[in-house]
């Protein structure tokens, strides 16, 4: 597939990056206008430039020819139709910087990177750091509020937890699309994972496709879920890239995995909670299929965890709930939800239990929720074998 169409149809935003612009504007309205209103004001250009002209070297055409020779191929190849002006910052740590302003792009480069970096490699970190103005000034700059209003909220230090993790997790898929500008721009995978590889270590020569092996075989081994802050793992990085440049349909699964993994209420997202709370939904609305267990202090208990509750709402198919989309902790939060509910009648109290442990052993988690029922409401080991073979029974029947 040629550069044009690979531009058209693959260096769109990801899949969590549109999942996260549509939660903002749906359940953010008023957060969303108000960082949508922020435009790039005068004072705030003439900070950037200052900091630019205090802080950094300015690269310029007649001395740097080669330089802007290559800014301009990634230019047309990103078709972005702006001024470039390319600085040299301090440090010893090779890296690059895009600083956004509408209608003008200003990289900033650190370290030896133009004595470090073959020109197709240069091109290459050029194309990363040009994705990012292809992000931010397109599809109605919707990416840059959503950037603009996840790092405002960190930044305030008010925002929950979800938030940091919403706006970590955001940042991470930037930095893939970034990469995927990279790619496109040298018009070869190995040339991208190349250029991550010299810019994270310093080294001198890469074999791109000896670090790639080198990528399978840990994640293989493994499967590790990023800790990255602002930039996913290397390793995870240049797989990311190969598989995008063969265009693997597993691509969108497999990061859902590397960089989210199973949803957690210790790593807990915006879009995470939209999706907790429709599992609860759907997990109280399961353990309410049995019609004799709907009595009204059942009915009150749910009416605890949603006042909207309607006996109407689905059930949640119990085989998505599996280990592989919920981590331990989300297993105990469900154990606690059934628990609730079998205790909110006493009346209840035998059958309801049977319901709780029997759903319990389809999620693959009874032995966790025996231990609640022998802890927290001090079961002996006769009643707790009694309810699992009465468990058992119904599930058989």
């Known amino acids: 597939m040629n550069a044009v169409l690979r531009e058209i149809d693959g260096l769109t935003p990801l899949p969590y990056q549109r999942d996260m612009v549509a939660y903002l504007k749906s359940m953010e309205p008023e957060v969303w206008a108000w960082a949508s209103s922020l435009s790039v004001q005068e004072q705030h250009s003439n900070e950037v430039r200052a ?22 191929q990634a230019l047309q190849r990103l078709q972005i139709a702006a001024p470039i002006t390319v600085y040299q910052a301090n440090g010893q740590s090779m890296n690059a910087t895009l600083f956004y302003l509408p209608g003008e792009v200003h990289v900033v480069l650190q370290g030896p990177v ?26 109605d700059s919707d990416y840059l509020v959503a950037d603009r209003v996840l790092n405002h909220s ?3 230090h008010i925002s929950s937890s979800s938030y940091a993790e919403s706006a970590r997790l955001y940042g991470l898929h930037v930095e893939l699309y970034a990469d995927r500008g990279a790619a496109l721009v040298a018009q070869s995978s190995a040339v991208a994972i190349a250029m991550l590889v010299k810019v994270h270590t310093g080294i ?14 840990l994640d293989e081994k493994a499967g590790q879920l990023s800790q990255g802050t602002s930039h996913p793992e290397s390793f995870l990085r240049s797989q990311a890239i190969d598989m ?54 059942v009915t009150t208990q749910a ?26 902790s989300v297993h105990e939060y469900l154990h606690y939800v059934l628990l609730d509910l079998a205790l909110a009648d006493e009346d209840l109290r035998e059958p309801a239990l049977e319901q709780a442990a ?37 599930l058989s029947q």
């Open 51 to 72: 900091q630019l002209l205090r802080d950094t070297y300015r690269l310029t055409h007649a001395t740097h020819p080669q330089v802007y020779a290559l800014c301009e």
């Open 204 to 217: 001198a020569e890469v074999n791109a496709e000896a670090y790639l092996q080198q990528a399978l075989e």
């Open 154 to 156: 960190t930044s305030t």
């Open 244 to 297: 995008w440049w063969r265009q693997d349909p597993q691509l969108d699964s497999w990061l859902e995995r590397r960089l989210r993994g199973p949803l957690s209420l210790t790593r807990l997202d915006l879009p995470g909670q939209v999706a907790l709370t429709t599992i609860t939904r759907g997990f109280i609305a399961h353990y309410l299929q049995r019609p004799e267990l709907r009595s009204e202090k």
């Open 114 to 139: 133009l004595e470090r970096l073959q020109e197709n490699e240069l091109l290459a970190l050029l194309g990363h750091e040009l994705a990012h103005y292809c992000l931010w000034s397109s599809h």
């Open 303 to 328: 009416q605890q965890f949603f006042p909207d509750w309607q006996a109407d709402f689905p059930p949640v198919d119990l085989a998505t709930l599996t280990t592989e989309h919920l981590d331990d």
């Open 358 to 394: 029997r759903i319990a052993h389809t999620l693959g988690s009874q032995e966790g929720f025996l231990k609640i029922l022998k802890r927290d409401i001090k079961l002996g080991k006769r009643e707790l074998t009694n309810l699992t073979r009465r468990a058992a029974g119904g």
